[in-house]
């Protein structure tokens, strides 16, 4: 099963990117980045639009959309860990993990996912939930698999 988060907005070279970078290695399944230029509109729904058009057009052909927004569900690490290997047990190909801008993301988006999934209540930096995310599919990888690191986490 290969996995792409699509975000708006890009990281830079900075720490947020290396634990990106870091998380999506440790995986056995191929992950890539794709970054979407946010493009500052002065109209907020206008900018939404333009994003997330831009994102779904992004989405690797075939793939099912994940789509973070805060209204979405919360799961447990191990809920998720499930859900992933369901996908993969059911011959998914292709997971998209769709991170919109500051505006969110638009009601068709959320209708074509196959799942609406928020961090948490808290408000997060789009660069951290970038990284969030990507520790969370090593970490539900790390279930899969009957990894240690997930297990070593829980103790604490």
């Keep these: 099963m290969r996995l792409s988060i699509v975000a708006v907005g890009r990281l830079g070279h900075g720490p947020e990117r290396a634990l990106v970078e870091d998380y999506l290695k440790r995986l056995a399944w191929p992950a890539s980045v794709r970054e979407i230029a946010d493009r500052r509109a002065r109209d907020p729904a206008e900018r939404r639009r333009r994003e997330t058009k831009r994102l779904l057009q992004a989405v690797p ?9 805060r209204r979405g569900r919360t799961l447990s690490s191990e809920a998720f860990a499930r859900r992933l290997g369901d996908w993969r047990e059911g011959g998914v190909g292709e997971l998209a993990f769709l991170i919109g801008g500051p505006e969110g993301l638009e009601p068709e988006l959320l209708e074509r996912a196959e799942l609406v999934l928020s961090l948490g209540p808290m408000t997060w930096p789009h660069a951290l939930a970038r990284a969030m995310l990507a ?17 070593g986490a829980a103790r604490n």
């Design 61 to 69: 052909a075939g793939a099912r959309i994940v789509a973070l927004d």
């Design 135 to 151: 520790e969370q599919l090593y970490r539900a990888h790390s279930i899969l698999s009957g990894h240690p690191y997930h297990r």
